[in-house]
């Protein structure tokens, strides 16, 4: 009963929140996706597909921070309403209160554990690999007459299109102030040839600026050509994936570090529940807010700094002190009153 009791208070906290940052986050997403279309022409469809591509890495940021919130007011609101203290001086002590939360914050560090190291890396392959086979069907998106277009590493101008095929155009690319390459031309189309994409020219003229001299070059055809993109990891090379981490990869150990910090973060953070929830409402006002921005605020700050400067250190002391930490002001200021 007191189990259903506090999950049936958390609950009614945890959907609330988390819809409402799982919105806020899916805005900020769909921006993000849309200036995809710049290049690449998508439909309504292939732009819902990256949208669910990208969820994995939304939906991890937002599990444990909600988590965490969702207790820690859960318990508030039972202690502010003085239902908790009804529970005390029935003789329930905080550790069965505890015992509640330790077995879903541990089913909930392992679905993290299994959207950082399974799902987020196929996600992102499935998003990279996605775009690529959209750029492999040269289905680029520049349309007449607008400007800021970009087409590889060129900035494009046209002023007329027909079947990929265009009219006046006008390219520039910059390699800072050293290096500068600017082109007219007549006419020009798209063409994909094993792989790579190529943008031909015809009657024209192309300007090179380095090294404080202008180069004139006039062309009867010109083709510029990149590299498409290509598959990089499928379901079963996910252990040579992370295996990079362990072989002087930085970035690697980098995202391999902040994702086992994070996916352990509810499970190293239980004994901060009772800690910033429970308070006697008759001597303590209501910072459980304030503790929850501090708290969060605090782990994912050394979590940054740690897997920037110590990765594999990091992953392993950060949990540890931090469940030390906690449990040590748990003991000091819940259990020695409660």
Sequence with gaps: MIKQYIFLAVSQIFFPFFLVLFFIASVVLLIGIAGVTLVVKMDILDLGQLFLYSL?????????????????????????????????????????????????????????????????????????????????????????????????????????????????????????????????????EV????????????????????????????????????????????????????????SGDSSQARRLAQAIMTSLFPIVSVFLIPLFGIANPRFHKNMSYIYILLGVGIYFLIMHITSQSAPFWGMVLLPSIWLSISYFFYKRFILKFY
């Design 191 to 246: 063409n994909n040839k094993n792989g790579v994409f190529e943008l031909n020219l015809y009657d024209g003229d192309a300007y090179f600026a380095q090294n404080k001299e202008i180069n004139k070059v006039d062309f009867k055809q010109m083709s510029l050509k990149n590299q498409t993109g290509s598959i990089k990891l499928s379901s079963y090379d996910l252990i040579d994936y992370w295996k990079s981490a362990f």
């Design 56 to 188: 994995p890495g939304t939906v991890f940021f937002i599990i444990p921070i909600t988590f965490f919130a969702s207790c820690v007011l859960g318990i508030s609101r039972l202690c502010y309403d003085y239902e908790l203290l009804v529970f005390f001086s029935l003789g329930i002590s905080p550790k069965t209160i505890l015992k509640v939360f330790v077995p879903i914050s541990v089913l909930v560090s392992i679905v993290l554990l299994m959207f950082s190291l399974v799902m987020i890396p196929l996600s992102k392959s499935a998003y990279s690999d996605f775009i690529a086979e959209k750029k492999n069907k040269v289905d680029v998106n520049i349309r007449p007459g607008e400007f800021g277009q970009k087409l590889g590493d060129w900035l494009v101008y046209v002023n007329g299109i027909s079947h990929n095929k265009y009219n006046q155009l006008v390219l520039f690319s910059s390699d800072g102030l050293s290096q500068e390459s600017f082109i007219v031309a007549n006419s020009g």
